[in-house]
């Protein structure tokens, strides 16, 4: 599989683009003040570009950190890092000076307020007429004759306009901000619900740790295919979890279905409960352009605004539980949440708030009455801690077990709450005591 890279400009792109607006605004000396600071700073806070998940003998795996401003791995010749930068570059050559100065006029003069729908016909025009001139008239861009060098060129276009037109273009709508709080709320809400709620064979949580990362991480980039990339990667996790879950029930072979994805992709969104998800989703499904929005990309991005519907109209019939269950759980769990987002708002209340419980209860937690335990109490609680086996701690997931080891497993776990009863109850003896 091909690595997908999306490249965002760090520190260093204001001195090029500052000298490709100094050599596009010649004879149009408004031009050099203004524009070039807006474009200078457009990708300020991409960082390091994500990779696309790839799926290796049965290992989850995707790279790149964006935050990380180090050295990257030697990219292939067709990486779209690499393409993002020769794109940059060849801006400046003295061919492509018409077009830059079209660049920065479109972005300077863009007008703010527009609907999504006008903003995006707008831009897709715009990309369209400019990347026919690119390749037509534009001499740097000439040597991407063949098909993957103009896609790659393509791209970055899209991707050089759309973040400097992001702050004017993204989430502008009070709807879309008053979506974005809806949903933010029915994450916190509908906390509760399992695999079971949503119709999902058990399977390790774990598993999804990285599908949830990445759909965090959508809110972190501003161009369309940034995005996607990202969305890509949770969906190719998902599918490849999906997979392996098949194949440990023994189903191996079996193709899947929209019925198999579309549930775990609820259930990890829920779980996930990514930033402005409404906004993000409709900003992609808007400004791509139309030319490359299809196929597995239009699909998957698809079945996330589908997963976001699900979140937002959810109801007790579809979980399957009572109209009262589902009142009480959503009203509890939302409680908790906005108690949660004032102590961490407030780090005074939440210092009140721990004293209050302190002295009303005492230590709460086996951790808290730990930190009380004499030194002969600790020694006593380390000897025995290392007289139990720990023998299947190397064991990595329940569907690895036998039958005949379950027993085994459950006397280490009685065990093991009979010592954390001991710490909770304060009764830690050493062996020669009792």
Known sequence: MA???ATAEGAGGAEELSAMAGEAAVGEAQASGATESLLGAADA??????QEAQSREGHITSGGDRREEGAQPQQPQHSPQLAYTRFRERLKHHSAKGLSEKLLKFVSSFPSGLSRQDAADRIHSFLTRAQDEMFSEVVAFAEDVDEEG????????EKFLLSRLYQKIFATDPADQAEDSKLR????????VSFDHL?????DPSLLTLALNELRRVDSYKAPRDKLVIILNATRVINDVLKRTLEDSGAIGRPLSADDFLPLLI??????????????VEFVAAFRHPSRLNGEDAYFLTALQSATAFVRDASPKVLEVSEEEFRSRCEECLAAARQAERLAASPAAATTASAEASA????ATVAAKAVEMSAEERQALLEQVSALPFSYE??????QLRLDQIPGLLDEYREMAKLLRRVQEGTIVCPSGD
Do not use: C
């Open 3 to 5: 690595q997908e890279v």
């Open 45 to 50: 806070g991409g960082g390091s570009p994500p």
């Open 150 to 157: 103009r896609a790659e060129a393509a791209e970055a276009l």
């Open 185 to 192: 709320e029915r994450f916190a809400s509908l906390s509760w």
């Open 199 to 203: 119709g999902i064979p058990p399977m």
């Open 267 to 280: 259930y990890s969104v829920l779980k996930a409960a990514p930033d402005r998800l409404h906004s993000n």
């Open 360 to 363: 009303e209860t005492g230590p």
């Open 394 to 399: 190397a064991v990595p997931s329940a569907r």
